[in-house]
């Protein structure tokens, strides 16, 4: 089957529309995706459109159907879009031009570096870990890895070297794509030193490429390390033409990405091909209700899922042209996100609370001359957005004119969840609102009954699979299975609780596991607990979330020290911090850091975290029971401690 794509008839345009559609998901799933997966190119049409239970877990879709993501998100709108921009790209300085790919440029670039991949041995199957700044180079190795049938694995510019060689051994990665540097604000990320320092522990990969873009001083490595610019050098000599696109089954993995959880180790999620294309392109056209021509500008690093989401596949498969920005929302000022819209004349903002909040503090005056009469649409992700953000963003960004999609969703879903569309649906400050059709979500109470009725509240969980949703932890089926679908028998568990108001909206109050929402990144406290305690002289740590202004949620760590602070307490937290550094990366460092001399246990060991979190928060008297605790007397001692 070989269809071509014109135009989006599941685009839903009304609310009446929306109910509508829901009610058919919700009464025949498959007969719903089937509809919409017809719209896209497959080399063969599946036998049957899903296949699941959630006991192993086991879920797949589009069984037995056969195509590759890219040819839907670049050759086939060839034809009709050739040269119209696929990306637009803004550099971190903006006295740099911008560049701009039309999807035949786009196309020529990705099937030239296939040919440097496979000519480097990449082979379908094969991990490929990609750690690079926001460039197009970055879309080109993701997209190609894509094509050549290679799993991508794109780890986040600010992770350490030892988070980036833990995933990449996990992931069994045999080739890495890099840069030499990448610029972020007033920062040059050695990028490649870093990866150097990584690859030390990694015996097992055999080839490095090294994209060229800060001109920082790089080792070459002889035999392991080449240069993008040589390697694409040579292919153009030999001339070899477009690369067609290595046929994929609809499971065959498409990528994997790292996310914390409540354990010390990061889990490998993986998405494949035929899902996850046909979920990111379908929440992609509704959520955001985009028209042929606009400019999408999604603020998010392709290191994490948003990124690959909502900057590349989803845009790329709509046809639509996608804004990638190399830099930071307040570098060189805080007016850059509206200066970018003003010069490109985006229609479509997609940011992060965080973002936002850090903009409020900078007040109005970074809007001033600025034209931002080209946005249609603003939309959140990542973190709960307090209502005095909700109305910043919807009055000064939007003008009060573009409504404002906050969309829930995780890495594990792939795509948008629960969100209002665009000017379709209702919007309410600080609710994700309702549904997507073919999401069914439900709350429960701790022991997994379900909360029905609504103006109740509970732990969120998802009925019915969807089409992009998780389909293993790499490596560790067991790891998904325990994570996900053990706590509540049947049902996948999100982490998250919500309450869903009388007129049943659903508004996303946070996690309700021991994972931090540290600026819109996951962290797990576990994970940061475990680099707290690889500092000399820590004997133990615990690590909690507290309300941050800015950041959403700070982490806040309890530490209990052995060794001697020598002259200064000052100095012993920045060790520890610079250990988290190292181990995970900046982004994990804590916020706060409390000496203590013993922790709030249980007999049987266990920290209260609860009576540790009503710390952070500032809470200095009232712990409720802890008759439990081994020493109560610890409460008291922590709560009167200095940070
Ligand atoms: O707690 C929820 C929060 O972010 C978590 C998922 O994080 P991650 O996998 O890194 O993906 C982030 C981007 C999709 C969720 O479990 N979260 C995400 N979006 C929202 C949100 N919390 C409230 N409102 C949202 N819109």
């Not at 809007?367 to 109305?391: K, Q, Y």
């Amino acid at each position: 089957m070989y269809l071509a794509f014109m135009s989006y008839p599941y685009q839903i345009t009304s609310y009446s529309r929306y109910r509508e559609e829901y009610a058919r998901s919700e009464q025949d799933p498959e007969a719903f995706w089937e509809d919409i997966a017809s719209h896209f190119i497959w080399r063969r049409k599946w036998d049957r459109v899903l296949d699941w239970n959630f006991h192993e877990p086991h879920v797949k879709w589009f069984l037995g159907g056969r195509l590759n993501i890219t040819e839907n998100c670049l050759d086939r709108h060839l034809r009709e879009k050739g040269d119209t921009p696929a990306i637009i790209w803004e550099p971190n300085n903006p006295e740099e031009f911008s560049r701009e790919l039309t999807y035949r440029e786009l196309f020529d670039q990705v099937n030239r570096f296939c040919h440097v991949l496979v000519r480097n041995g990449v082979k379908k199957g094969d991990r490929v870990c990609i750690y690079m700044g926001m460039t197009p180079e970055l879309a080109i190795a993701v997209l190609a890895c894509a094509r050549a049938g290679a799993i991508h694995s794109v780890i986040f510019g600010g992770f350490s070297a030892q988070s980036i060689a833990d995933r990449i051994q996990d992931a069994g990665a045999e080739y890495v794509i890099t840069s030499d540097g990448a610029y972020r604000g007033g920062k040059d990320i050695p990028l490649k030193q870093v990866m150097d320092d990584a690859l030390g522990g990694c015996p097992g990969v055999k080839r490095v490429i090294v994209a060229m873009r800060t001109r920082t001083p790089v080792s070459m490595m002889k035999g392991r390390d080449v240069w993008w610019e040589d390697e694409v050098a040579a292919v153009d000599a030999i001339a070899p033409g477009n690369f067609e696109a290595v046929e994929m089954d609809s499971e065959d993995p498409l990528f994997i990405l790292y996310t914390s959880g409540s354990t010390g180790k990061p889990k490998g999620v993986v998405h494949t091909h035929g899902g996850y294309m046909v979920y990111t392109h379908y929440t992609f056209i509704n959520v955001f209700q985009y028209q042929p021509g606009e400019i999408h500008y999604c603020t998010a690093d392709i290191g994490w899922i948003t990124g690959h989401s909502y900057v590349l596949y989803g845009p790329l498969s709509a046809g639509a042209t996608t804004l990638m920005f190399e830099g930071i929302p307040t570098w060189p000022d805080a007016g850059r996100f509206w200066q970018i819209i003003e010069r490109h004349r985006v229609h479509i903002l997609y940011t992060a609370p965080t973002a936002i909040r850090s903009l409020m503090s900078f007040g109005t005056g970074p809007f001033e001359g600025r034209d931002l009469s080209s946005l249609r649409v603003l939309g959140t992700v990542g973190e709960p957005i307090n209502e005095e953000a909700w109305h910043w963003y919807h009055q000064h960004a939007g003008g009060g004119r573009c409504p404002v999609v906050d969309t829930w969703w995780q890495t594990e879903t792939g795509g948008v969840m629960i969100s209002n569309l665009a000017g379709v649906t209702p919007q309410k400050p600080a609710y994700a609102t309702l549904p997507l059709p073919g999401v069914h979500p439900l709350l429960v109470d701790e022991s997994g009954k379900e909360i029905t009725g609504n103006g109740v509240s509970g732990n969120l969980c998802i009925r019915h699979p969807w089409p992009s949703m998780i389909r293993t932890t790499y490596g560790d089926h067991e790891r998904c299975r325990q994570n996900y679908f053990s706590t509540y028998p049947l049902l996948y568990f999100t982490g998250d609780g919500a309450l869903r108001d009388g007129e049943g909206y659903y508004r996303i109050t946070g996690r309700v596991d021991d994972v931090l929402n540290v600026s819109g990144h996951r962290i797990g406290t576990a994970e940061v607990e475990n680099a707290i305690n690889m500092h000399t002289g820590v004997v133990e740590s615990a690590v909690v979330g507290y309300p941050h202004d800015i950041k959403g949620q700070g982490i806040y760590a309890f530490v209990l020290f052995s060794g001697h602070h020598g002259s200064d307490e000052e100095l012993t937290r920045r060790d520890i911090l610079q250990t988290v550094a190292r181990v995970i990366g900046p982004i994990a460092k804590p916020d706060k850091i409390q000496f203590v001399t013993g922790l709030p246990k249980t007999r049987s060991g266990k920290i209260m975290r609860r009576i540790l979190r009503k710390i952070a928060e500032g809470e200095r008297e009232q712990f409720g029971d802890t008759t439990t605790l081994l020493d109560p007397g610890v409460v008291g001692e922590i709560a009167s401690g200095k940070i």
